[in-house]
């Protein structure tokens, strides 16, 4: 199974880190979008409140986390129409990315649409199944075949570009017609800067009908749990059924002190808004500076990344990076149409993104 999987791209950038690290100044890590600020308290004291329990946790989750997701997806993203039956705890959401099209029952000969950029999970998602996969960013390029299983990702990692409502509503639509499930990757949903994303779950989007509809919810970066693993998925409550059922006997279960942590963080919206300022801080700063180094920035209008050009091959500016000591990942990670580009993330203190700002610029 592992000789069809691709190199993992992170072991790719050694001597580059090495470099990076190299510098006076110590290395600016901007290559993952790990989170750096420190969980909330009152996420924390949550966590601790259940560490006694001895017994194991309910794969579907308590009904207090399934109500906490139906409030927090209606309060902060107008997602309306949903019940708690329709919504399932997962362990982080690279672990229900990586085993959505397995769990689905996605197999030999079915075809899996993932974007042409994108996160490198779909395609390995697909790839353990034994699906074929196919790079598409538009319904024409996907031809007559109905695929068992479509990816969607606005904001998009790497890019930062935002779907707008026409296009999701075509995209529902047409997947609709043809019984295609739609997992919408929805991680930096409420990191929009210069335009609005929405779920596809919004009522304009899909009329406040989930069938065949799946989002994709972390909470790794609004509430900086990525060392949690805590995400959710929510939609068609019967394919939330589907993927609970498999799950309870894969013993896919999110532990019950998570379970209670992530309650706090749904409850919460003040750390909520407050680790959103911080990003667009971070983002103000980074920003004007790439661009005063001459570089393109393009769409980058929401989520945690810049997508930059130097009009260069992509190794080469991350060379050019980590000889200033900062660590960026090259485009070529997420598909071939980003050879020529850089994803730089907001993820570092706001020291380190100071210093990676004067270091571009001088």
Same mark, same amino acid.
């Given at each position: 199974m592992s000789a069809s999987l691709p190199e993992f791209p992170w072991d790719t950038l050694a001597d580059v880190t090495a470099l990076a690290k190299s510098h006076i100044g110590g290395i600016v890590d901007l290559s993952v979008g790990t989170p750096v600020d420190p969980v909330a308290p009152v996420i924390?004291?949550?966590l601790a409140s259940a560490s006694a329990e001895p017994g194991y946790p309910t794969t579907a989750g308590t009904l207090a986390l399934r109500e906490s997701a139906v409030a927090a997806l209606h309060r902060r993203y107008g997602i309306t129409g949903l019940a708690e039956s329709a919504v399932l705890p997962v362990i982080g959401t690279k672990e229900v990315i990586a085993w959505l099209p397995t769990l689905l029952g996605v197999g030999a000969g079915d075809l899996v649409v993932v974007p042409e950029l994108a996160y490198p999970t779909y395609d390995v998602g697909a790839r353990l199944a034994g699906a074929r996969v196919l790079f598409a960013d538009s319904l024409t390029q996907i031809g007559p075949e109905a695929p068992a299983l479509l990816f969607v990702n606005s904001p998009s990692n790497p890019t930062g570009q935002v779907l707008g409502v026409d296009h999701l509503r075509k995209l529902v639509s047409w997947a609709r017609t043809r019984g295609v499930v739609v997992a919408s990757d929805e991680c930096y949903?409420?990191?929009?800067w210069d335009a609005q994303p929405l779920s596809v779950l919004h009522p304009s989007v899909c009329d406040g009908d989930h069938t065949g509809l799946l989002?994709?919810?972390?909470?790794?970066?609004?509430?900086?749990? @990525?060392?949690y693993r805590a995400g959710f998925v929510a939609g068609d409550a019967t394919?939330?059924?589907?993927?609970?059922?498999?799950?309870k006997h894969a013993g896919m279960m999110v532990p019950r002190p998570v379970q209670a942590a992530m309650v706090a963080a749904l409850d919460d919206d003040v750390h909520e808004h407050e680790q959103r300022e911080r990003y667009r801080q971070r983002r103000e700063v980074l920003l004007p500076a790439f661009r005063a180094a001459g570089f393109t920035i393009d769409h980058s209008e929401a989520g945690l990344y810049l997508w930059v050009t130097r009009d260069e091959p992509c190794r080469d500016t991350v060379h050019w990076l980590a000889q200033r000591g900062i660590l960026a990942a090259p485009g070529e990670f997420y598909g071939a149409?980003? @050879?020529?580009h850089v994803r730089v993330a907001l993820t570092a203190t706001d020291e380190r993104i100071a210093a990676a700002a004067d270091r571009v610029t001088n």
């Amino acid at each position: 199974m592992s000789a069809s999987l691709p190199e993992f791209p992170w072991d790719t950038l050694a001597d580059v880190t090495a470099l990076a690290k190299s510098h006076i100044g110590g290395i600016v890590d901007l290559s993952v979008g790990t989170p750096v600020d420190p969980v909330a308290p009152v996420i924390r004291d949550a966590l601790a409140s259940a560490s006694a329990e001895p017994g194991y946790p309910t794969t579907a989750g308590t009904l207090a986390l399934r109500e906490s997701a139906v409030a927090a997806l209606h309060r902060r993203y107008g997602i309306t129409g949903l019940a708690e039956s329709a919504v399932l705890p997962v362990i982080g959401t690279k672990e229900v990315i990586a085993w959505l099209p397995t769990l689905l029952g996605v197999g030999a000969g079915d075809l899996v649409v993932v974007p042409e950029l994108a996160y490198p999970t779909y395609d390995v998602g697909a790839r353990l199944a034994g699906a074929r996969v196919l790079f598409a960013d538009s319904l024409t390029q996907i031809g007559p075949e109905a695929p068992a299983l479509l990816f969607v990702n606005s904001p998009s990692n790497p890019t930062g570009q935002v779907l707008g409502v026409d296009h999701l509503r075509k995209l529902v639509s047409w997947a609709r017609t043809r019984g295609v499930v739609v997992a919408s990757d929805e991680c930096y949903l409420g990191l929009g800067w210069d335009a609005q994303p929405l779920s596809v779950l919004h009522p304009s989007v899909c009329d406040g009908d989930h069938t065949g509809l799946l989002a994709i919810q972390s909470l790794s970066k609004s509430s900086s749990l @990525a060392g949690y693993r805590a995400g959710f998925v929510a939609g068609d409550a019967t394919v939330v059924g589907e993927l609970l059922a498999v799950r309870k006997h894969a013993g896919m279960m999110v532990p019950r002190p998570v379970q209670a942590a992530m309650v706090a963080a749904l409850d919460d919206d003040v750390h909520e808004h407050e680790q959103r300022e911080r990003y667009r801080q971070r983002r103000e700063v980074l920003l004007p500076a790439f661009r005063a180094a001459g570089f393109t920035i393009d769409h980058s209008e929401a989520g945690l990344y810049l997508w930059v050009t130097r009009d260069e091959p992509c190794r080469d500016t991350v060379h050019w990076l980590a000889q200033r000591g900062i660590l960026a990942a090259p485009g070529e990670f997420y598909g071939a149409r980003g @050879a020529r580009h850089v994803r730089v993330a907001l993820t570092a203190t706001d020291e380190r993104i100071a210093a990676a700002a004067d270091r571009v610029t001088n």
